[in-house]
């Protein structure tokens, strides 16, 4: 099996020599490259070719939140797991926002992390458990709040088969994964792509990810 190509950012050498160790026993990983900062990141993304980017969410210089929408436009394909101490639902929305794909808390074991940037990789979104009632009582407080109407009237527009193929975009899942899940080609999906970016006005992974959560249409953590 090809081992999933991993790229660590973070201010702390620490931490980057931490992770790596914790990376280096299963044949399952390889780190690649590391970063000290977002902008060392986003300069480097093409030249190490990451599978997944474990990114720091604070770092002094340029937030993680920040470049994940521009590391995406660099590397369409690679998946973003957040990382931080952090354990406010709104970081974690804010992540889901932006455009990564899991956030996992600086405090987690080894094992955890190696299950996270696995799930990430296969196209799952990853949450550390410790989360789940954070997470779960910010989303209550949103659907409690009287909202007119749920879904804008741009949204209203897609036909439910861009609805779908939106969700799938929101969850960062690429073209060809999105053909893979629904049976579809992948030539299909860029068109419906294309037709829902037209509709909505928007041009980037990151904004189409915020109009799903904030619509909606995707929770995080599900």
Do not use: C
């Not at 926002?97 to 990430?120: F, Q």
């Not at 409690?144 to 899942?173: D, F, M, N, W």
Request: aromatic share 4%; net charge neutral.
């Amino acid at each position: 099996m090809t081992p999933i190509r991993v790229m660590v950012v973070d201010d702390h050498s620490v931490v980057r020599e931490g992770i790596r160790h914790v990376l280096s026993e299963p044949a399952q990983f390889t780190v690649v490259g590391e970063a000290s900062s977002a902008a060392e990141a986003i300069a480097s993304v093409l030249t190490w070719s990451p599978d997944v980017i474990v990114l720091d969410i604070s770092m002094p210089g340029g937030s993680g939140l920040h470049a994940v929408a521009e590391l995406l436009e660099r590397a369409p394909n690679v998946r973003v797991l957040m990382l931080s101490v952090h354990d406010d639902a709104e970081y974690v929305l804010e992540s889901v926002r932006a455009g990564a794909h899991g956030y996992l808390r600086k405090d987690s074991t080894p094992a955890e992390l190696r299950s996270a940037i696995a799930a990430v990789h296969a196209g799952e979104a990853y949450y550390s458990p410790q989360l789940a009632g954070v997470l779960a009582d910010a989303l209550r407080g949103r659907s409690e709040r009287p909202v007119e109407p749920t879904v804008p009237k741009s949204a209203a527009l897609l036909t439910a088969r861009e609805r779908e193929i939106l969700a799938h975009i929101a969850y960062g899942a690429t073209n060809r994964e999105i053909g893979t899940r629904l049976g579809i080609s992948t030539r299909t999906v860029e068109a419906h792509r294309n037709s829902l970016m037209r509709k909505l006005g928007i041009r980037t992974v990151a904004g189409l990810t915020r109009l799903a959560i904030e619509q909606g249409i995707v929770r995080p953590g599900s």
